[in-house]
């Protein structure tokens, strides 16, 4: 059964302040993703990642995928209040003919000011 | 093109109740699938419907129980109200079963 970790769970952070978010899983699989969801909303996609050495980034966010350590991380660079959220990582449990997503606990950012 | 809807946006019900949770996938989508997430979890997988067809189901009893629709859109029933299954629930949509799902804004379900 795959299971996915992550860490920290609570993260609280300065603006312009930089820190990594890490997300673990236990089995194979050929893509993870990264979402943002803020407090009663639904989710928000950030990355796709599918090979192993994959880099993404957008704004202050960059995420990175290494699939031999079964490892993804989100870095933050110079945060900014509106980066205030709760960040998920998903891994697709494949087999079975349907993509089920295995998400993590997920990681509360607070930027304070 | 037109995103993932679901309705209603909240709900409340009292144990023992059944609830129907609707939603449409976004346009071009023949996938759904839907996840439980209750407050301060991770979305957890409860099942997923390809061309009118359960096709993957995750560790929930069988008093949760879907249907899709042949325009794609996608019903979640739920027997037995349980006070446990307060939660959010959130529909995603995609194009085929192994391709990107795109979530839905869920729906607040509350039991009492």
Known sequence: ELKVEQNPLFLSMQEGKNYTIYCNYSTTSDRLYWYRQDPGKSLESLFVLLSNGAVKQEGRLMASLDTKARLSTLHITAAVHDLSATYFCAVDEAGGGSEKLVFGKGTKLTVNP | ?112
């Open chain 2, 1 to 112: 093109e037109t995103g993932v809807t679901q309705s209603p946006t909240h709900l409340i019900k009292t144990r023992g109740q059944q609830v129907t949770l609707r939603c449409s996938s976004q346009s071009g989508h023949n996938t759904v699938s839907w996840y439980q997430q209750a407050l301060g979890q991770g979305p957890q997988f409860i099942f997923q419907y390809y061309r009118e067809e359960e096709n993957g189901r995750g560790n929930f009893p069988p008093r949760f129980s879907g249907l899709q629709f042949p325009n794609y859109s996608s019903e979640l029933n739920v027997n037995a109200l349980e006070l446990d299954d307060s939660a959010l629930y959130l529909c995603a949509s995609s194009l085929g079963s192994h391709n990107e799902q795109f979530f839905g804004p869920g729906t607040r379900l509350t039991v009492l």
